[in-house]
């Protein structure tokens, strides 16, 4: 998918509001299709899915919770709930039903398009693969416990480092940049200039790597990012 041409559907009952995110983001670059309530985004996406989907919670018929529910019962699509009220119980219950992420009214287009940027990149790394198994090399992943064990020590992982070799065990042998890697760390608020994936990576190879001047389990993609490969030198 090309993040910075993908296909936007807002779903949203003002039409001020539509016609106002249609604008911004045709500008920079999106493709945007427009429905006022559930029947038009139901029409809207019977002939494909888009690559995210911008839904307002208040609309006429279906709200946007039971819309969620609905598109989550056929599709993984992102979706960015949007709501008035701002209340905390809406945005869990948005989130619970499976919204990606969640936008008080009003806010600013850029804030929104941060959002949808970082929502895009997420699902550019795809979801965590079921079958990845939870040990490579002499290491065993303990989630309850968030440690990392080489034949039952706990090698002493940082939180920060523990977060990160979870989303490299889930991805195993996927390309993953830096933008997708913060974006799973951090989530859309984060400095663009930040370079913190890789010091995490640099401290993360001198516990794990055989030889961290020449990984075998975190390499690096010259000119993408990085892949994690289980198998390590085998691999």
């Given at each position: 998918m090309n993040i910075t041409a993908a296909r936007i559907l807002v779903v949203d009952d003002d039409p001020?509001?539509?016609?106002?995110?249609q604008a911004y983001l045709t500008d920079t670059?999106?493709?945007?299709?427009?429905?006022?309530d559930g029947q038009a985004m139901r029409e809207a996406i019977q002939g494909a899915m888009p690559d995210a989907i911008v839904l307002d919670l208040m609309l006429p018929g279906s709200d946007g919770l039971a819309l969620t529910r609905e598109l989550r019962a056929r599709s993984q699509v992102p979706i960015l709930m949007l709501s008035a009220r701002g209340e905390e119980v809406d945005r869990v219950v948005g989130l619970e039903l499976g919204a990606d992420d969640y936008l008080a009214k009003p806010f600013s287009p850029r804030e929104l398009l941060?959002?949808?940027?970082?929502?895009?990149?997420?699902a550019q790394a795809g979801p965590a693969t079921p079958s990845a198994p939870d040990c490579f090399g002499p290491y065993r992943l303990d989630r309850s416990a968030r440690r990392l064990l080489a034949e039952a020590v706990d090698i002493g992982l940082t939180s920060a480092e523990y977060d990160l070799i979870e989303i490299l065990i889930d991805r195993p042998g996927r390309v993953l940049t830096r933008d997708i890697l913060l974006d799973l760390l951090k989530g859309y608020d984060r400095d663009p200039f930040d370079r913190t994936v890789d010091l995490r990576v640099a401290r993360l190879r001198r516990k794990i790597e055989?030889?961290?001047a020449h990984?075998?389990?975190?390499?690096?993609?010259?000119?993408l990012g990085y892949l994690f490969n289980p198998k390590g030198a085998d691999g």
């Open positions: 001020a509001l539509r016609d106002l995110l670059g999106f493709v945007v299709d427009l429905a006022e941060a959002r949808l940027r970082a929502l895009l990149r997420r055989p030889d961290p990984p075998v389990y975190i390499r690096t993609v010259r000119g």
